[in-house]
């Protein structure tokens, strides 16, 4: 079993859609919470990192349950440009390794 | 500024041949990562460096793979009689001290070993 899992999609959706993507953990090393973000044939950038109390950055809503081992993300008001891999990526204690996910790809659709 | 760049982009090996990753993370950057991306996966750590010391190799697949960074800026992921299942992006990440989780990840580069 993957230490981080992610829905590899492809999520196709149309403009203006609502869309969220779930990630699980499973290392209860887990203690920081990231999502980066990969488009085709790019490098991975971080969109945003993931508090216990959620947080939003413009249309993004980023949100951690400890208890359920579980990470999502939530994107209001799709563009176009949001399409690409998101990835879900995990920071354990006491080491300096980040695991990511296979990642989720989301098309946006005119 | 300039960002974290990779050398070569492409790099075509013949199985059995040693090759040579450059990366040059971006200046003042303490932390420097080196992952392993193969299709239609997540990148994989292989290992971590913190200035010119290497805090983390245990996710370097065989003692084929070594890397070091002898001045703690420049990097050079090294491995040694490649085999195919080696074909894969290798991607470099620097970050600032203190902000391991904020990677500036390089271009990568795109092994194929044939």
């Known amino acids: 079993r993957k230490e981080v899992e992610q829905d590899p999609g492809p999520f196709n959706v149309p403009e203006g859609a609502t869309v969220a993507f779930n990630c699980t953990y499973s290392n209860s090393a887990s203690q920081s919470f990231f999502w980066y973000r990969q488009d085709c044939r790019k490098e991975p950038k971080l969109l945003m990192s993931?508090?216990?109390s959620g947080n939003e950055d413009g249309r993004f809503t980023a949100q951690l349950n400890r208890a359920s081992q579980y990470i999502s993300l939530l994107i209001r008001d799709s563009k176009l440009s949001d399409s690409a891999t998101y990835l879900c990526v995990v920071g354990l204690r006491r080491t300096y390794k980040y695991i990511f996910g296979t990642g989720t790809r989301l098309k946006v659709l005119a | 500024g300039a960002g974290v760049s990779q050398s070569p982009r492409y790099k075509v090996a013949k199985r059995g041949q040693d090759v040579a990753l450059r990366c040059d993370p971006i200046?003042?950057?303490?932390?420097l990562f080196w992952y392993q991306q193969a299709l239609g996966q997540g990148p994989e750590f292989l290992t971590y460096?913190?200035?010119?010391?290497?805090?983390?190799k245990s996710g370097l697949p065989s003692d084929r793979f070594f890397a070091e960074r002898p001045e703690g800026s420049v990097s050079t992921l090294k491995i040694q009689r490649t085999q195919q299942e080696d074909s894969a992006v290798y991607l470099c990440?620097?970050?600032?001290?203190?902000?391991?989780?904020?990677?500036?990840f390089g271009p990568g580069t795109r092994l194929t070993v044939t």
């Open positions: 990440a620097s970050s600032l001290a203190g902000r391991d989780h904020e990677q500036y």
């Open positions: 460096f913190q200035n010119e010391a290497q805090l983390d």
């Open positions: 200046s003042g950057h303490v932390s």
């Open positions: 993931v508090y216990s």
